[in-house]
């Protein structure tokens, strides 16, 4: 990550994935994120001097937990994250912090939660106790469930939120609201006129608005009128084309999908 990123205490989302290729990275980020939830110094947080950022840094902060796989008899780390660690996580999450204004749950790989374990932290994800951060790292998002990481904030290895291409972003944002304008013939017009790119510009296209689609459901990007049932629903069309795309199903294909599925999103607002 070139440039450390620095976070606004007061305005600090529930919950956020971070994925990177080198999964050192993205633990050095998530344990920055989790030095801004308790640091006491001054914005912008964390300021990486003050007691809580000191004992963050030395692994000692009592509001901030450590999850991850656990090791086996021989010491071998074991397959998966299980249930019984995120429902522990879960007894632990309402009881108050120790020291600082909040806790933090830092949930190392959690892309090797397995299916029963997701869905407990999906329930805590869906009603988060007040004041409670959870940070999930993930080499690979994709592994998580939709609805996870409908819940989350992501945020990419380079340091960028998303990191979408601005073009990808750009037909992202037209797609969400001709979605969410609620004309069927308009949206089957900008699928239409669309369905001639090829397969990158498409993956970065279904990309950016898998990230907006959260962003909007997180609330740090507006609803354009959707609803989170809407916008659930949307996002999940486009997981379901982000692994069309990445079995090469044709681009042609995807759009007309994007058209036809869409329409109930638009058009059934809750
Ligand atoms: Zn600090």
Redesign the pocket.
Known sequence: MAQPEVYDAQRLSHAYIFTAQDPEEGLREALRLA??A????PEP??????????KVREGIHPDVMRIGRRADDKGRKKREIAVDQIRQLARDAVVLPNEAKRKVYLIEEADKMNLAAQNAALKLLEEPPPGVIFILCAENAQALLPTVRSRCVEIHGNGQRGAPDEVGLRLAREYVETVAGGSPSALLLWCAGHEGMDNRAAVSFVDSGMTLLADMLCGREADPGLGQAGLRRLLALLERCAGYLQVNVGVKHIFGLLAVGAVESSGNRG
């Open positions: 030095a801004a308790v640091c006491t110094g947080v964390p300021c990486g001097s003050c007691r809580a950022c000191r």
